[in-house]
């Protein structure tokens, strides 16, 4: 078991396992799907942009003694591959990798662990995700549109939170070239969703319309209590519509709201706690409007989602 020597990052538990297999196994089904498409001649120029790219590793640590734990007993730490270092070993391999990270401390373990690679093209690229995917694919190869060219990407949106804006994922749906693994926050926007409607404060507003690119949920989640209040202290505090939306609900509507900019969208992974709380919902989703193109990539995500539990 390898001690740890490199920046680290601890993030995570088994669930963390079950997110990164699921985007690692469709990263090597997309390069090999695409290795000589549309041409073995003249094949798709492949793109992975990790845009929550952490340092490339996470730390796990394993309580050797358990429950009936030895005074003595030891903390082993152990080394396991982030989504950067995965990506990186995809076979075949992705033509250019870019990794986006905001810390200054991961985003320099992430130019440690592009020196172990000099021969593959790898960037990072310090700041924030929704500003710098902008820039990315608005400039260089990118900025001539059209499915002709050949370009094709898949980006990883990875938050801890509530942190993609709408309009990151807009733009991302309107260049119809690339597919996008997104860990959607559905605990954390549950949170925001307090049960009484007069908790709404505007911040709170503000996530949740950021996270659902509308204001369409207030009406979609909160209901006026129809019965009569059983007396004047309980009119009192019933003065208002209350919440009824739950996890199942949020992540229906997530889906919903993703349809109208994306033209694939897949059946959520869910993503759980040790304790089996829905942390996440993992989708991937393309803007690609060309149908072969969409059958290959519900072909590729479909045997994630019988694998890893989506329902
Ligand atoms: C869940 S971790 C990513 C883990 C990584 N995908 C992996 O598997 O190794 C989220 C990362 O996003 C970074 N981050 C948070 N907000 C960000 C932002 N707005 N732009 C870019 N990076 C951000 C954090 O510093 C953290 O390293």
């Not at 404060?201 to 659902?212: M, N, T």
């Not at 009192?236 to 889906?255: D, L, T």
Request: hydrophobic share 40%.
């Amino acid at each position: 078991m390898a001690t740890i020597e490199r920046a680290e990052h601890q993030f995570g538990g088994g669930w963390t396992e079950i997110k990164l297999d699921a985007v690692s196994d469709y990263l090597n089904f997309y390069t090999q799907a695409l290795k000589a498409r549309p041409s073995p001649d003249n094949p798709f120029e492949t793109w992975y942009v990790d845009a929550f790219a952490g340092t490339g590793d996470r730390t796990i640590e394993i309580d050797d003694g358990g429950l009936f734990a030895q005074p003595d007993a030891t903390i082993e730490r152990l080394r396991l591959d982030g989504s950067a270092r995965r990506a990186i070993a995809v076979d075949p391999p992705f033509r250019h990798l870019v990794f986006i990270e905001k810390d200054p401390g991961r985003f320099a373990a992430l130019e440690a662990l592009r020196t172990e690679f000099p021969h593959r093209d790898i960037r990072c690229v310090p700041g924030d995700a929704n500003g710098e995917l902008k820039s990315i694919f608005e400039n260089g190869p990118w900025q001539q549109r059209g499915r002709t060219t050949l370009q094709r990407a898949v980006v990883f949106l990875d938050p801890y939170g509530m942190s993609v804006r709408w309009e990151t994922l807009r733009f991302l749906a309107e260049t119809e070239r690339a597919d996008v693994w997104y860990l959607f926050p559905l605990h954390a926007a549950l949170r925001q969703l307090s049960h009484d409607h007069r908790m709404l404060d505007p911040g709170k507003r503000a996530a949740l319309g950021e996270i659902f690119g509308t204001a369409d949920w207030e009406q979609r989640f909160y209901q006026q209590p129809q019965e009569a209040p059983a007396d004047l202290f309980e009119a009192a505090n019933r003065a208002g519509p209350k919440r009824i939306a739950n996890a199942g609900s949020v992540e229906e509507f997530a889906g919903e709201r993703l349809r109208t900019i994306f033209s694939f969208v897949s059946r959520p992974i869910p993503i759980l706690t040790h304790r089996k709380l829905q942390q996440f919902s993992l989708f991937l989703l393309s803007g690609n409007k060309n149908q072969r193109a969409i059958d290959l990539i519900e072909k590729g995500v479909a045997a994630q989602v019988k694998k890893y539990g989506g329902r």
